[in-house]
């Protein structure tokens, strides 16, 4: 059987998200965030050899909020190693991504770096005494390399919304500063924090962006290597494990690939040794996952049969 053309694939669910009526709901507890049209829909597919194939609004920037933890992880392990692990664990937590609850049993180590709790931990440790401003910096100047677009942008309306209503993440972090697992002061941690997570992308750069993951660290078109093999399969488990939050379960088995969303309602999935795709579609499901975007992503799989777990299922809901 000849294997489908993914320029139609990718057409075919474009043109079916863009008009679905079912889009689920925007995130309002980010004030900004609650403005943006749930009407949009993205889909970037960027192959081993630099190929994009894509679909919908690809070039409009939308914030990628807790996508960038991905990143922040992987400067993490860069400057600490397998220290990261003594800061956070790395099992799903089964909970809301901004749930407080494991965190006084758990004697304020976060169960994973991509809850809330978990990525203002990291957030600390790569802050590591400097100046929120130059962490920041060099968070971006990550990220535009390897989106290799200086486009790249923090949205300063979407960090000044957050830092104006982030009680919940104010109350994670001081909780955390209470067990001594916080080393700087809160509010440079959490300042970073909400202008990393306030960063603004198209899903053709961030396709690109999480190439490296796809392809065993290294950047294929350009032979770049930015993590060790090892470390990109670890943080492809993690993805898979812990890149849904109480939703990484449903996304696995619907789905089938390692995956990070965000609740401006972008998702960056691999296809190790294939493919780097970034869906984005406002509208959330009932875990703060994109709704459109996850969809879209089960049919692709299914049509591709890209699942990492074999026999694509068929697509359903
Ligand atoms: N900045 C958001 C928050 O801290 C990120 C959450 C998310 O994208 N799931 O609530």
Redesign the pocket.
């Known amino acids: 059987m000849p294997s489908p053309d993914l320029q139609t694939v990718v057409a075919e669910i474009a043109a079916e998200m863009r008009s679905r009526p079912d889009r689920g709901e925007v995130a309002t507890y ?1 004030p900004e965030l609650g403005r943006v049209d749930p009407n949009q829909f993205a889909i970037a597919v960027a192959l081993r050899d630099g190929t994009l194939v894509e679909g919908g609004d690809t070039e409009t920037f939308f914030s990628i ?2 996508i960038s933890k991905v990143f922040t992880l992987t400067l993490a392990l860069g400057l600490a190693g397998d220290r990261v692990w003594n800061r956070v664990g790395r099992e799903p937590s089964g909970s809301p ?2 749930s407080i609850v494991q965190l006084e049993h758990e004697r304020g180590i976060p169960r994973n770096p991509f809850i ?1 709790a978990g990525a203002i931990a990291i957030t600390d440790l790569i802050l590591n005494g400097h100046q929120p401003r130059d962490t920041l910096g060099e968070i971006l100047r990550f990220l535009q390399f390897l989106a290799d677009d200086d486009s790249v942008f923090i949205d300063q309306g979407v960090a000044a919304s ?1 830092e104006r209503t ?1 009680y919940n ?1 104010r109350a994670l972090a001081n909780f955390m500063k209470g067990f001594g697992v916080i080393d700087n002061p809160v509010e440079y941690v959490l300042g970073t924090y ?1 202008h990393h ?1 306030a960063i603004a992308m198209t899903c053709r750069q961030l396709a690109k962006a999480g190439s490296f993951l796809a392809h065993l660290g290294r950047n294929p078109t350009t032979g770049f290597s930015v993590v060790t093999a090892e470390r990109a399969r670890r943080l492809n488990a993690i993805m898979l494990t812990c890149g849904h939050y109480d939703g990484s379960g449903e996304f696995a088995y619907r789905v089938g690939l390692p995956g990070k969303s ?2 401006g309602g972008g998702i960056l999935a691999t296809v190790p040794g294939k493919a780097s795709i970034a869906v984005w579609s406002p509208g959330l499901d009932r875990w ?1 996952n994109s709704h459109l975007g996850r969809l879209a992503l089960e049919q692709l799989t299914a049509r591709m049969g890209w699942s990492i777990f074999g026999s694509p299922l068929a697509t359903s809901a």
Do not use: K, P
Request: aromatic fraction near 14%; hydrophobic fraction near 30%.
């Open positions: 980010i909020q807790s991504f901004n809330n957050e982030g993440n909400f997570c965000g609740v703060g």
